[in-house]
Each structure stands twice: as C-alpha cells, then as structure tokens.
C-alpha cells in the first residue's frame, strides 16, 4: 500500500501536473505551428523555389533517393518554434522586470511605529 501512496503523492505534486500541462499545450502548439509552416509559409515563401525543382511540396523535394524536404519542414518548424518561443519569454520577462522594478516601500522605523502607536492611543483615549 506503500507504494500506491508514495506514486499519488508524486503524481500529485504540483511540478508533475504542471509538466502534464506543458506537454498537451506544447502539443497543441506544434501543431499549430505545423500548419503555419505547411499552409502559411511554405506556399507564400518556398512555392517559387519548389517551382524551380519541380515539386509540389516541400515533402517531395529529394537529392537522389534521400528526401530531405520532410527534414527542411521539420527545421523551419523547429525555427518558427524556437522564435515564438523567445518571443513569449521576452514578453514575459518584461512583466517581471516591470514589476521588479517598481520600488519596494521604505521600511518603517521603529521611531515611527511607536510614535503611531502613542497617536492611535490618544486617539482611543477621546
């Protein structure tokens, strides 16, 4: 019984669940930017190249007997990834940093806690 314990107790945590999260939307979001690549970019920006070989797709562009248009697919995916990545973070990075920068109240002396008290005293007292 143990053991069913100590594996909820990590299934449960809070690390695990949030890298549960992170890998479904990480999923969704691929294959979001799956579709840009193969219906936004490719035909906007490689349709001429792919022209000038004489394939349809970036899929069927090959050297010989190696395809290597799945690869370059999966390359510009990797890039267009890693740049909406770095922007989010960016993004994000500017909301701490705004935040951080805000200044943090003077701390109060005890000078003035105790003269604070003495007035809300006086002030009970009328």
Do not use: C, H
Request: proline share 5%; hydrophobic share 55%.
């Amino acid at each position: 019984m143990s053991f069913v314990k100590d594996f909820k107790a990590f299934a449960l945590k809070g690390n695990v669940m949030d890298l549960a999260v992170a890998v479904i939307i990480g999923a969704a979001f691929s294959a979001i930017v799956s579709s840009l690549v193969k219906d936004i970019i490719t035909p906007l920006i490689l349709t001429p190249a792919l022209n000038a070989v004489g394939a349809k797709n970036i899929a069927e562009l090959k050297w010989g007997e190696v395809t290597y248009g799945s690869f370059l697919a999966a390359v510009i995916n990797f890039i267009v990834i890693a740049f909406v990545i770095f922007l989010l973070i960016r993004f994000i990075a500017s909301f701490q940093k705004k935040a951080a920068d805000e200044p943090a109240p003077p701390p109060v002396s005890t000078t003035d806690k105790l003269l604070e008290e003495i007035r809300d005293e006086l002030k009970k007292r009328q």
